[in-house]
């Protein structure tokens, strides 16, 4: 099966599966478990922070990072169609009593600084407190404009609110920009990333930020249930993952950009604009060809996800024939 639902389904690479099964272990409740620390020590390293913690998923790092920025009753600014407020069950609002105050993205992916402004609430008891700003990197495969994020932080800081960063797919914004990833994180308060989507590790999120941050996240962790006993077993491949496996994202990047070339010339599938950046491919040909384009690459053992468009993602258990394969069997299917 070629699987281009997401870079979720990939598979730990051989090192880190070597790595998993020699990992020294202990207890990372009680603080002793050797491999999440040093992965926690790395992560906060390469993004520039002083401490990070390690956490089972994306959504759990991202819902501590708003429990642990905001109390009950304040509110957080974000993307209507950011995984943040979209894609997490609501859980800031449903656990923490947080508000989400979404606003639409530009087509770059990025949030106007007009629109934040004027969706920060004054000071006066009508009004949930506006505590947080929450940005996505990569959005929709989009890495942001670097300018874009001293100017949201500028904005952030004068009007005193804290800057997250939902970074699931940072490095991929850093592989396509060319430049280390610090030059990104450098702006924020905190970063959730996602070991487990082009990084290949099987389950894992680090969230970073300052000593004190990361301290109180602790104790979100333990209440949201992440506190993992011998985790070291994981946190070995997240390692691997940080140290091997930012370089190789180019390879994706690059059959993104070879899928969406072949895929260009049919015109059924609308794609006008060359928006690819990084591992991910859109596809706009309405909700009823899409599911027949399904069903019929499903019969060549190729897996996508169909909705009212078709995202192709791109990651280590796709090669380039694969990606020859693929737009071979989109050829055929609109030729008939
Ligand atoms: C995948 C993803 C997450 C959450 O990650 P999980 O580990 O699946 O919970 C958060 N934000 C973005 C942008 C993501 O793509």
Known sequence: MIDLRSDTVTT?????????????VGDDVYGDDPTVNELESLAAEKLGFESALFAPSGTQTNLIALLTHCQRGDEYIVGQQAHTYKYEGGGAAVLGSIQPQPIDARADGTLALESIEAAIKPDDSHFARTRLLAIENT??????????LPAARELADSKGLLLHLDGARVFNAAVFHGIDVRKISAQFDS???????????????????????IH?????????GGGMRQAGYI??????????????????????????EGLRDIDELHMTDDSVQTNMVFLHCGKRVATELAAY??????????????????HKDVDIDDVIKVTGECKKFFSK
Request: aromatic residues 6%.
């Open 235 to 260: 946190a070995a491949a997240g390692i691997v993952a940080l140290n091997e496996n930012v370089d190789r994202l180019q390879f994706d990047h690059d059959h993104a950009r070879a899928l969406f």
């Open 12 to 24: 730990p690479t051989p090192a880190m599966r070597k790595a998993m099964k020699d990992a020294k």
């Open 139 to 148: 959005f929709s495969g989009r890495a942001l404009p670097m300018d874009y």
């Open 297 to 314: 690459l499903k019969s060549k053992k190729i897996t996508i996800s169909a909705g009212d468009s078709i995202r192709l993602v791109l």
């Open 216 to 224: 109180e996240a602790r104790r979100w962790r333990k209440m949201l």
């Open 191 to 213: 970063i959730s990333v996602c070991l487990s989507k082009g990084l290949c590790a099987p389950v894992g999120s680090v969230l970073c930020g300052s000593a004190d941050f």
